[in-house]
Each structure stands twice: as structure tokens, then as C-alpha cells.
């Protein structure tokens, strides 16, 4: 049985380090692992030794062989959602100087959701990028699947202020612990102090706000808890997955919103300095060419 059923993006991800040979551009070395939100929520947990399953869509394309087949070979359950559209692929171009362009396809529209969510999970993991994957219906149909003893937790993303406010209200209502961070939630006019305490005056059991260097807070009827670390910065893809995974892992153990916000700070920054669950699990999967170790 899966304990942790983590559903949205998951995608191929594609490093590439250019150089200049005389007038052209070519590239140096590449690097190709498997992530998205969603996808890096569910390899952290699995890393963890956590039971989880992932559910995706998926364009049924060469690009999601490749990543199914990484998923396969790092020991994470999933299950594919059949999309209208191609698999979610992004495409970082990074210079010696580590400046980085991003290209990404955003994945498959669904309209139907083909894979079965466990009544019986103890956490249903929704990824904010499935809000403008999947449609209204879909959605709810997610929510309504699980049973009651289920924690439902979401994560915002970058264009939540484009969401459909009733879409956004479904949730509030469904949802126990909300994770974003600051410019998530002021796109939602939720990034007062009162507005947060308001969401919890509506039921919502936790709202955690990642505050990148500044660490996180985590704000519960249990109170208001702020943990930050210092670390030299390696990279900063997939942090803030890492700490979701880490919280949710803190709570499917047993512990406080306190303790759990603790070994979310603390594995995120692992992770930025290079170390961590997830870097230690891609790397062990991840197709590469003349790369760099990063």
C-alpha cells in the first residue's frame, strides 16, 4: 500500500553546458534526469524509504520512455495519465559562468484520470502545476477519491494567480496543509500574517511558507515555527520539493508541524549544497555526456 500518493508534474529534465568554438555554440556535455514537482516530491520520499506513488500525465512519447524508464530503474512507483499533448520536458542551458535559460513544454492536458487513488493513503500530495494540467472536474474527482482519514496537502506554483478562484476556494476546503512560497502566496493576497491565520480559521490543519535563504515557516494550531540554515549554494532545483517531501515525512512519522518543519529546512539544505536524498538518488539514474560533477 502506498502511504504517500503524490499527484501533478513529472518531467524530463535536460542540462545542457554550452561552449563557443570560434563562431559557433556547441554543446560542452549534457545531463538528463528525471524531476518535475511532483515527480521530485515522490523520488525524495521513496529516498526517504517512505512507500509513495506517483500519478503523471503523460504523452505516451519517446520522452516519456526515457523518463519512465529512470523512474523504473530508481526503484519509484507511478502510474501514467494518459494527456492530450506532449510529456512535460525542460531544457536548462547553462553557461561557465552558471547563468541558466530555462525552455520547458509544460506536459499533457488530461481530461479523464485513468489511475486509481488508494482510499486508503495516509497522504494525497497534490502538485499546484496540475491545477492548470488537469481540468475543474478532474480535480475534484482527486479530492473526492481519497477517504476521510486521508491528509491532503498542496503545493502552490508560479501561476497560481491565474487559477480559477472557485477551483482555488474547492481546495481551501479540502486541503489540511498548504505549502507556497512568499510570491505564491501573494499572488492569492495571503501573504499577511492575519490572512494565514484566517486559513486556518477555515479548518486548513498547517500553511507553510518557504522563504528560500530565509528558511520557512509553518504556521498550526500547534503555533508559529521559523528554522532557517546557512549553506554554500550549489544549486537550487528541486529545493523546495525536497522540503515538501521532507515535511510530509516528518508528519507520516508521528512528528509536530515543529520537528517536521526542522527536517524539511535541513534535508532543503543538504539538498542546495549539493548533497541530500534526491541529489544522492538522480545521480545514480541520470544520463550523462562528458558532464561536470555537479
Not at 506517483?54 to 520512455?65: A, F, H, I, M
Request: proline letters at 3%; one cysteine or more; a positive charge.
Amino acid at each position: 500500500m502506498a502511504e504517500v500518493v503524490v499527484v501533478g508534474d513529472a518531467c524530463l529534465d535536460v542540462d545542457i553546458f554550452p561552449e563557443t568554438r570560434g563562431a559557433q555554440s556547441v554543446v560542452r556535455s549534457f545531463l538528463v534526469a528525471p524531476a518535475g514537482s511532483a515527480g521530485n516530491v515522490a523520488i525524495t520520499l521513496t529516498a526517504l524509504g517512505i512507500n509513495s506513488l506517483l500519478l503523471y500525465p503523460s504523452g505516451d512519447d519517446n520522452v516519456d520512455d526515457i523518463l519512465s524508464g529512470m523512474l523504473s530503474a530508481i526503484g519509484q512507483k507511478f502510474c501514467k495519465v494518459r494527456g492530450e499533448g506532449y510529456s512535460c520536458l525542460v531544457v536548462n542551458v547553462i553557461s561557465r559562468r552558471g547563468a541558466r535559460r530555462v525552455y520547458t513544454s509544460v506536459g499533457p492536458r488530461i481530461s479523464r484520470f485513468s489511475c486509481q487513488v488508494p482510499r486508503d493513503a495516509r497522504f494525497l500530495h497534490i502538485s499546484g502545476y496540475l491545477l492548470e494540467l488537469a481540468s475543474p472536474e478532474v480535480i475534484k474527482g482527486i479530492l473526492d477519491g481519497v477517504g476521510e482519514e486521508t491528509t491532503i496537502s498542496l503545493d502552490l506554483f508560479p501561476r497560481v494567480g491565474l487559477v480559477s478562484r472557485d477551483v482555488l476556494e474547492y481546495f481551501f476546503k479540502r486541503v489540511d496543509i498548504l505549502f507556497g512560497n512568499e510570491s505564491e502566496f501573494a499572488a492569492l493576497n495571503l501573504s499577511s500574517e492575519a490572512a494565514v491565520k484566517s486559513l486556518l480559521n477555515r479548518g486548513l490543519e498547517a500553511v507553510v511558507v518557504k522563504k528560500g535563504s530565509r528558511g520557512a515557516v509553518s504556521y498550526s494550531s500547534e503555533g508559529v515555527f521559523s528554522y532557517r540554515e546557512r549553506v554554500a549554494v550549489k544549486s537550487l532545483k528541486g529545493a523546495g520539493d525536497v522540503f515538501v517531501a521532507s515535511y510530509l515525512s516528518g508528519l507520516r512519522a508521528g512528528l509536530s508541524h515543529n520537528e517536521s518543519l526542522k527536517i524539511a529546512v535541513r534535508n532543503s539544505a543538504e539538498h542546495v549544497a549539493g548533497g541530500g536524498p534526491l541529489n544522492t538518488v538522480v545521480r545514480n539514474v541520470r544520463l550523462r555526456e562528458g558532464c561536470p560533477q555537479l
